[in-house]
């Protein structure tokens, strides 16, 4: 059964503070992607990579970097988080053909205060 | 640029009425488009999906058939339950500059779907 797991469901940070949301795929998939969810605006794309130490901007990529060391480990860092970055945050990860199906981890409900 | 426009929600029904929500799309070349469903407190996870014109995806009982020629995408069922309320996204998945997109998807906002008893 495939797996994309994320490091927490719920986590509180405070403006200012590093936080580091980690994502791990069992299923040897070359592409991994971050995804930010908020009511009304649908998923809207932070960052993805197609290959170990690749990575590639998506939409809304300010406030954001990534880091991918290894081919199931994908890690979204927000260098001094602040309070409009709030959000249900969702990794994924697929095969690297287009029309291949992405598979989503439960999500992370980050708040900043 | 890819876009993808859904019906306006939240959309209320009773239980075994007729589902539709509506998807278009725009996109430069020959998109894969996708049906995720998303249930409360969980991820998205695929419910269809077409990779080209005049296919039709189903699964569930939900389908949809890619139109190329309205670039629409219409996610349908012809008798709801209960657990079929969640959150439908549609999405879409096309090569950027360069020949490749990485499997990237474009989603539109997403509609909420309740159904009651």
């Known amino acids: 059964d495939v797996k994309v797991t994320q490091s927490s469901r719920y986590l509180v940070k405070r403006t200012g503070e590093k936080v580091f949301l980690e994502c791990v795929q069992d299923?040897?998939?070359?592409?991994m992607f971050w995804y930010r969810q908020d009511p009304g605006l649908g998923l809207r794309l932070i960052y993805f990579s197609y290959d170990v130490k690749m990575k590639e901007k998506g939409d809304i990529p300010e406030g954001y970097s990534v880091s991918r060391e290894k081919k199931e480990r994908f890690s979204l860092i927000l260098e001094s988080a602040s309070t409009n970055q709030t959000s249900m945050y969702l990794c994924?990860?697929?095969?690297?053909?287009?029309?291949?199906?992405?598979?989503f981890g439960p999500g992370t409900r980050l708040t900043v205060l | 640029g890819n876009s993808v426009t859904q019906m306006e929600g939240p959309v209320t029904l009773s239980e075994e009425a007729f589902l539709t929500i509506n998807c278009t799309y725009t996109a430069t070349g020959y998109p894969s488009l996708f049906w995720y469903v998303q249930y409360p407190g969980e991820g998205l996870q695929l419910l269809l999906k077409a990779t080209k014109a005049d296919d039709k995806g189903s699964n569930k009982g939900f389908e949809a058939t890619y139109r190329k020629e309205t670039t629409s995408f219409h996610l349908e069922k012809g008798s709801v339950q209960v657990s079929d309320s969640a959150v439908y996204f549609c999405?879409?998945?096309?090569?950027?500059?360069?020949?490749?997109?990485?499997?990237?998807?474009?989603f539109g906002q997403g509609t909420i779907l309740t159904v009651h008893p």
């Open positions: 999405a879409l998945s096309d090569l950027g500059a360069g020949g490749t997109s990485y499997g990237k998807l474009t």
């Open positions: 994924a990860s697929s095969l690297l053909d287009r029309g291949d199906t992405q598979y």
């Open positions: 299923m040897d998939h070359e592409n």
